[in-house]
């Protein structure tokens, strides 16, 4: 009835310990009843507590088609310098509510999971003149089954934050910033392991190729085609999006495509973005490149 994780670790380079702690337990007897959660935890200069509950529910335990999670976070940057590219990140103190909905649906053609999520922010730390944000956010993930060796997973993703929200909290570009569970013990968040330089985390517009340029903004728009090469280990991506101040400036003329090649190996997953749209002065549009991500992100 109650499950709880305890995970001490020693950072070297911190040179201090770090924790995390997770608890939960259901709320009724009843199958597949509401579970009330707890979660916190310090590492890299950063502290957060998270308390909510959650339900999956549908046909079967294992693969529930629908679910709920409502949430109360905290979360506290002590500071940056030590371990943090100060352009990823912004100190100080944020409370964020949020409540997210998921669905799933299966058919011979078609395995669609969508998810939208709304939440609203209260910046106690620094003090500033607009200290609140709202952001709401939709995202839908298929995979089509056109033949037998013809199966492309499709990823659509939008997403609008009104008010001022740290950088942390915004929408990057080439991928997502946080990272969970243990990839939080490989990475570093600064320099060549950085989120926004060589690690890839799904999310953002999800643009591998645009790697380095630490982009971010309060308004994303991104679609995203991943292509299995049938019977092998490589696939085909292809994606197209922008991040922006506002729904005023996405507009077609500013809109970033990149294209690669991703290896998936166990438990690791190889990117190799080799054609952007629009690189910087004096870079080239072809040019090899590649990045890492690990754990459960992987999909063979």
Request: hydrophobic share 40%; net charge positive; glycine share 8%.
């Amino acid at each position: 009835r109650h499950h709880w994780t305890f995970m001490p670790y020693w950072g070297f380079k911190a040179r201090e310990f770090s924790f995390s702690f997770d608890y939960q337990t259901p709320l009724t007897g009843l199958p597949m009843p509401p579970r009330a959660y707890l979660s916190l935890g310090k590492a890299f200069d950063i502290e957060w507590a998270r308390i909510g509950a959650r339900r999956s529910w549908g046909q079967s335990l294992m693969d529930p088609s629908d679910r709920f999670d409502l949430n109360l976070e905290y979360r506290r940057v002590r500071q940056v310098e030590r371990f943090w590219d100060p352009r990823d990140i912004e100190r100080g103190r944020t409370f964020i509510l949020t409540a997210e909905r998921g669905f799933a649906a299966t058919s011979y053609r078609v395995a669609s999971q969508f998810r939208a999520a709304a939440s609203a922010g209260l910046i106690t730390e620094p003090a500033i003149d607009i200290n609140n944000f709202i952001r709401a956010e939709a995202e839908e993930n298929a995979t089509l089954r056109l033949a037998r060796w013809l199966r492309p997973r499709v990823r659509a993703f939008a997403g609008y934050i009104a008010g001022t929200a740290p950088a942390q909290e915004q929408y990057f570009l080439s991928g997502g910033f946080k990272t969970t569970g243990f990839e939080d013990l490989i990475i570093s968040y600064k320099g060549w392991w950085s989120a926004q330089e060589r690690y890839h985390v799904d999310g953002g517009a999800n643009l591998p190729g645009y790697l380095g340029r630490h982009a971010r903004g309060n308004t994303v728009a991104a679609l995203n085609v991943d292509l299995p090469l049938y019977r092998s280990p490589l696939s085909l991506f292809a994606g197209a999006g922008q991040v922006a101040g506002g729904w005023s400036a996405l507009t077609a003329n500013d809109i970033l495509t990149d294209a690669g090649i991703t290896l998936h190996l166990p438990f690791l997953r190889l990117l190799m973005p080799l054609w952007i749209n629009r690189p910087l002065p004096g870079k080239r549009r072809f040019d090899w490149r590649w990045q890492i991500s690990v754990g459960g992100s992987i999909a063979i």
